[in-house]
């Protein structure tokens, strides 16, 4: 009977690194797949806002397709059609719309 509560003893300092290896590998496999590309992707958008140039074909979050008439701070002015403008913050801008659009051309 002593054997097998010294045996129980021995392997309960094992299961806890064992814990903390599975916890620590969890929060590693998290970074990688959620946080890191999550990060990746916001650093993209914000330097396609600050490139944003006229001329440049831009689609907006609410699906308007345009190309830049000119750029006043925060705020962008794209040209619909002749003629035809709509003034929009830089952060309604899609960037994955955006890329494929020019993707496409």
């Keep these: 009977m002593y054997n097998q509560i010294l045996l129980q003893l021995d392997g309960a300092g094992s299961g806890i690194m064992g814990q903390v290896f599975l916890f ?7 970074y990688f797949f959620m946080i890191r590309p999550q990060q990746k992707k ?9 490139e944003i ?5 831009v689609v907006t979050v609410g699906g308007i397709h345009g190309k830049v008439f ?19 913050e830089k952060s309604a801008l899609s960037l994955d719309y955006s890329k494929k659009l020019n993707n496409g051309k």
């Design 24 to 30: 620590g590998s969890i929060i590693l496999i998290m």
């Design 53 to 57: 140039k006229k001329g440049d074909h």
């Design 42 to 50: 916001q650093k993209e958008t914000t330097k396609f806002i600050s």
């Design 70 to 88: 000119s750029v006043e701070g925060d705020i962008v002015q794209i040209e619909l059609d002749k003629g035809i403008k709509l003034k929009v």
